[in-house]
């Protein structure tokens, strides 16, 4: 496949088969694809990251999904992908509130040497990065350099950094058009804008959604967390932005909406026995866990919804139950729970245990031969005297009655 074939022929996935892959939320499905377009010739192109923009065919040319084009910029060209056509971008200029004289042209398909210059300009987007980081740092400017990127011809170069307070960047400009030799445009972005920029997997295993298909962020607070009782934890909240997830707030309207439909928190069970307090909420199984110390988890009985609240009438009506369980509750056994330690993999002494029996048997089975091994060595001079301890005696006796050695010399040598 030669260069020419890789800008007009598309991935089954509207990519180019010259291009990298699209990100999630670029890749729009053009559910007007089956209407004609009419007189309708704007296109949509994509640049680097999540950078996009509209154009205007003018020259009417014969441009499909994945196409890689060459469009005007300020100064020269740029060199893109096409990623939407007909009347869906007239759609989407609406919602941008662009006016149709704004809209720059679209001056031909790529060609090879297009294509070559661009992918040249790409080389360099990552070492001039780190060059302007070390100018940057020299001038003393409270600012990171988060990304580079070069237009499609290499005049200009859009640098995009993250600052916590107004930056003067005037000299860095200067020093920034002297070393690289193009014209300079700074961006200022925010930590989420970056993280959607340079993209990466967040810990539910998936691409980040802020680089994927999130096109706008909304505001994140604790209280989001707090409905949804997830632990306070800034290392558990945090993303890679060191932000607040977003996801945070995917779900939180559910929480709200379950919540309304559960007994307060504030509000204590008294019973004949006890007075018990809230300790946790099962919010969609609709079971609440109350404890009979305020600050320490004691005596934890686990009731559903209706049940609160039949005890909160009680004991608004002056009545005290005798247990926070209902009848029912008390007659059913006892579940199971989900998860046990069936191999004994959260025992801490799991190991040393182990290792214990292990001696044990070791040490048994060296007992074993040893014994076995004295048994013989005290049978084998008894079969070679030609009998037991006793008879030797006795015939040590004899022999010194009848002239031999003495008996206290023969018990001697016993």
């Known amino acids: 496949m030669d260069e020419n074939d890789k800008t007009t022929t598309p991935c089954a996935d509207g990519c180019c088969a010259g291009c ?12 007007l694809a ?9 296109v949509e192109v994509q640049f680097k990251n999540t950078r996009k923009g509209i154009y205007r065919n003018t020259t009417h040319l014969d441009l499909a999904k994945g196409d890689m084009v060459a469009v005007e910029a300020s100064p020269g060209h740029d060199i893109g992908q096409v990623t939407l056509l007909g009347p869906l971008v007239r759609l989407r200029l609406r919602r941008r509130g662009k006016n149709d004289g704004e809209i720059k042209r679209v001056f031909r398909k790529a060609r090879p040497a297009d294509l070559e210059k661009y992918r040249e300009a790409r080389a360099r987007e990552h070492e001039t990065m780190i ?33 916590d307070e107004r930056v003067d960047f005037r000299q860095l400009i200067k020093v920034l058009a002297e070393n690289f030799k193009v014209r300079i445009e700074m961006k200022q972005i925010g930590a989420r804008q970056e993280a959607g920029r340079i993209g990466g997997i967040g810990p539910c295993g998936r691409p980040l959604c802020c680089s994927s298909w999130m096109t706008n962020f909304v505001s994140v607070a ?33 929480y709200v909406e379950a919540v309304k439909s559960l007994p307060s928190r504030e509000i204590r069970l008294e019973t004949a026995d006890a007075t018990y307090f809230h300790f946790k909420t099962d919010i969609f199984r609709r079971l609440i866990t109350y404890s009979t110390d305020k600050r320490v988890a004691a005596n934890l009985v686990t009731i559903d919804a209706d049940r609160a609240f039949e005890v909160i009438a009680l004991n608004k009506a002056g009545e005290k139950p005798l247990r926070l369980e209902s009848e029912e509750q008390q007659a059913q056994p006892k579940e199971k729970a989900a998860y046990g330690d069936l191999l004994g993999q959260d025992d801490l002494t799991r190991f040393d245990k182990k290792k214990k029996k292990k001696k044990r048997k ?31 005696n006795r015939r040590n006796r004899n022999k010194g009655a009848d002239g031999g050695a003495p008996k206290g010399d023969a018990q001697q040598t016993d």
């Open 222 to 254: 604790t209280g989001a967390a707090r409905y949804q009782d997830i632990s306070l934890n800034p290392q558990k909240l945090a993303g890679q932005c060191a932000k607040l997830k977003c996801c945070l707030n995917f779900e939180v309207d559910a």
């Open 131 to 163: 060059r302007a980081r070390r100018i940057a740092e020299s001038l003393g400017l409270n600012m990171k350099i988060g990304d580079v990127e070069f237009q499609g011809d290499g005049n200009k170069a859009i640098f995009y950094y993250i600052a």
């Open 20 to 31: 990298g892959e699209p990100r999630g939320k670029l890749s729009c499905t053009d559910w």
């Open 362 to 392: 070791s040490a048994a089975a060296n007992a074993a031969p040893a014994a076995s091994d004295k048994a013989e060595a005290d049978a084998a001079p008894r079969k070679a005297d030609g009998g037991p301890r006793r008879n030797r």
């Open 34 to 42: 089956d209407i004609p377009a009419g007189d309708c010739d704007l």
